[in-house]
Each structure stands twice: as C-alpha cells, then as structure tokens.
C-alpha cells in the first residue's frame, strides 16, 4: 500500500518561499510518477508538478521558474520548492503518486492512483 504524508505548509507573506515535503512509503516498484496538486477554495484540484521514476519534471505554466520538484531517493521524500510566492498560491497541496509503465503519462492526464491528505499554503499580502 502506498501512502502520502505531505507536511511543510503553513502562512508565508507574498514574495517568500517555503517548502513542502511528501513523505512516500509503499512505492517500491521501478515505474513510478509523483505529483503535486492543489486545490484553491471553489475550484478544482490542478496538478502543478510532477517527477517521474527516470527523474523527468513538468510543470504547469503557472508555477514554470518559481516552483521546483525534487526528490531524495534516501529519504523516500519528495519536495516542492517555491519561491516568489504569490496570493494565487494560496491552496491546499497534495501529494498524488501513479505506479506502472503509464505512470507518468496518466498522472500528467491527471488520472491518479494514491493521494496524501493535503497541506494548506496561505499567501498573504
């Protein structure tokens, strides 16, 4: 069984950065896809960043040069960097993971397979 635990959230004024981090246990297969995704109050949850098991990243055009997804193959951890917050940050972020040789492709479609329980980001001006 996979699990997602995301942590990291919190209130940060607009222009600061913070980090969240998604603790994965369960993944052990070679194909894999994480992502991140947020959902702001009153609209649908988007995927904003993903990394895949070869170490490929996409982002959304929204986050593209101030949002960074990493992972840290030792700590079974995955990170979302960001930096230049901005009010429309605001949202609460998930960890979502696709396992199998479509891992990638489906988590990009948006189709997700396992889903932490989400952390809150607040941007303030």
């Known amino acids: 069984e996979v699990q997602l635990v995301e942590s990291g959230g919190g209130l940060v004024q607009a222009g600061g950065s913070l980090r969240l981090s998604c603790a994965v246990s369960g993944l052990s297969v070679p194909d894999y896809a994480v992502a991140w995704v947020r959902q702001a109050p009153g609209k649908e949850r988007k995927g904003i960043a993903y990394?895949?098991?070869?170490?490929?990243?996409d982002y959304t055009e929204a986050v593209k040069g101030r949002f960074t997804i990493s992972t840290d193959n030792a700590k079974n951890t995955v990170y979302l960097q960001m930096f230049s917050l901005k009010l429309e940050d605001s949202a609460v972020y998930y960890c979502?993971?696709?396992?199998?040789?479509?891992?990638?492709?489906?988590?990009?479609?948006?189709?997700?397979?396992?889903w932490g329980q989400g952390t809150q980001v607040t941007v303030s001006s």
């Open positions: 979502a993971a696709n396992v199998g040789w479509d891992a990638r492709l489906r988590i990009l479609q948006g189709e997700i397979d396992y």
């Open positions: 990394i895949n098991s070869d170490g490929l990243t």
